[in-house]
């Protein structure tokens, strides 16, 4: 037997290395849509019998999604935001005060007050005084 002949034998049909595991992503995104952390993700998957590490997640969202855990999560915490932004401005347009008040000032940039702010250095004021009587 040539060592080529090994080397086919070694290869065909079997993978080397550590077994690959299979990550349930339907578990990982309801998770991340409610605002679950890496943690909790980890936790989650343990729980179904998934033990990976952090490293083993971040690279396998890498390959799946080529994007990065806090990209993923952004992305996947998109449609939850977007329900809680409609459902607060709903609530605002349906006459709920304190739901207008919240919007008005976080989704428009209203205040209470009216904050001014002075820069000093723009602002020099120059006095000129003498210590000698003028007659």
Do not use: H
């Not at 999560?73 to 329900?83: A, E, G, P, V």
């Not at 609530?91 to 989704?107: H, P, Q, S, T």
Request: aromatic residues 6%; proline residues 1%; hydrophobic residues 35%.
């Amino acid at each position: 037997m040539s060592a080529s002949n090994k080397s086919d034998k070694v290869t065909k049909g079997k993978r080397r290395g550590p077994k690959v595991i299979e990550i349930d992503f339907d578990l990982i995104d309801g998770a991340i849509s409610i605002g679950a952390n890496m943690t909790q993700c980890l936790y989650i998957l343990d729980t179904k019998g998934i033990k990976i590490d952090e490293k083993t997640l971040q690279r396998r969202i890498r390959q799946k999604f080529d994007m990065t855990y806090p990209e993923y999560k952004d992305y996947m915490m998109s449609s939850t935001k977007i329900k809680l932004v409609q459902t607060a401005i709903r609530k605002a347009l349906e006459g709920n005060v304190v739901m207008m008040i919240f919007c008005l000032k976080n989704l428009c940039g209203w205040a209470d007050k009216l904050e001014q702010t002075v820069d000093v250095e723009k602002n020099v004021v120059q006095l000129k005084y003498s210590l000698e009587d003028k007659k």
